[in-house]
């Protein structure tokens, strides 16, 4: 963390000096693992903004603090499946405290539905998938039954100063622009 208070915030390295850095024939056999984390290290480096840093304002890319880079670190070696209780009870569980928390933090109802996603991007997506949804269905088109071909229309409307990702999630959720 020390390196984010000196090191630049933009990166060194354009796109095709990034893809001659990093790319290899797809090896075949098993490589040192060390090596693998070093060479990624090295050809990695002048792409990576310093995003973490006290210095960077464009965007909040995530957790960095030491308690939310631990826990990364620990879901990451526990590896477990959260798709399902049975699948990892603890991190089920973990995520129903989540979720109680947040509709407690912003005055919810508790029997209000709720999501974690991996990212706003996903986020986005999944907010509007769930307001296609219900405006669909106030228009009689079940989406779950009868699908998206042949839905009526819906606008989208925004300030034109939305995150680059909620024009990405329209494209995806599958709305007209």
Request: proline share 5%; aromatic share 8%.
């Amino acid at each position: 963390m020390s390196r984010l208070d000196w090191r630049r915030v933009s990166v060194t390295a354009d796109v095709r000096q990034l893809r001659d850095a990093l790319w290899r024939p797809l090896p075949g056999e098993p490589a040192d693992a060390s090596q693998v984390i070093a060479e990624l290290v090295r050809d990695a480096e002048q792409g990576l903004l310093g995003s973490a840093g006290g210095r960077f304002f464009g965007w909040v890319v995530g957790g960095s603090v030491p308690a939310a880079l631990a826990a990364d670190w620990l879901t990451t070696a526990w590896d477990q499946n959260a798709a399902l209780y049975a699948c990892a009870p603890a991190e089920a569980v973990a995520e129903e405290i989540c979720g109680a928390w947040l509709k407690d933090l912003l005055g919810l109802p508790a029997g209000t539905s709720f999501a974690l996603v991996t990212g706003s991007q996903m986020g986005h997506v999944t907010a509007l998938a769930a307001a296609r949804n219900k405006l669909l269905a106030q228009r009689g088109w079940d989406a779950e039954r009868r699908g998206l071909a042949g839905a009526p229309p819906i606008r989208i409307v925004t300030s034109g100063r939305q995150h680059a990702s909620i024009d990405r999630a329209k494209w995806r959720a599958r709305f007209p622009a």
